[in-house]
């Protein structure tokens, strides 16, 4: 993987999930960027780029269809989350679920429905409000909550993320 590539998962907490096999990265050369791959149980089903610097337009490219969400982990709890990379980072303590936005799609609520328990909104600050309509709309199916976040998930380490989700 190219260095700078490597730099960012590592920047993010993102390795970990990588080293451990639970999700799977690439480098898209072409475009600069850093690849989640996105899968339903070994099938590929898109995947979702970040662009490594800011030269880099648009900041995520999606490829292929955004039908199925980025998950990495496998915990019966699922905390929703805005990108791959903070998905990634909560994988260390919950099974992380990328939205890729702030919007829950409609296809991705039988997969929540089928895989978890309970599920986590824990969007960005300004999200908030989005946060609770998500939670609202899950509610019908499954145990929810909102965590209110002061930052970005992707950029606390395991401590951090364990003593959040206490």
């Not at 994988?91 to 986590?120: C, N, Q, R, W």
């Not at 946060?131 to 509610?139: E, K, P, Y």
């Amino acid at each position: 993987m190219e260095d700078k590539c490597t730099d960012y998962l590592k920047k993010n907490h993102c390795i970990e999930s990588y080293i451990k096999g639970k999700a799977e990265m690439k480098y898209d050369v072409k475009q600069h960027r850093a690849v989640f791959i996105i899968k339903e149980k070994e099938k590929v089903k898109g995947a979702i780029g970040r662009g490594l610097n800011s030269e880099v337009y648009p900041k995520w490219f999606m490829y292929g269809s955004k039908t199925y969400p980025f998950i990495c982990g496998n915990t019966d709890t699922a905390v929703l989350v805005e990108d791959c990379a903070s998905a990634c980072a909560v994988s260390e303590v919950h099974t992380g679920v990328a939205l890729m936005g702030t919007s829950l799609p409609d296809s991705y609520i039988p997969v929540l429905k089928k895989k978890f328990k309970k599920v986590i909104v824990a969007l960005d600050r300004d999200a908030t409000t989005k946060a609770f309509d998500i939670s609202n709309q899950l509610r019908y199916y499954m145990d929810t909550e909102v965590k209110i976040l002061e930052d970005d998930l992707k950029y606390f380490d395991k401590p951090q993320i364990e003593r959040l989700f206490q």
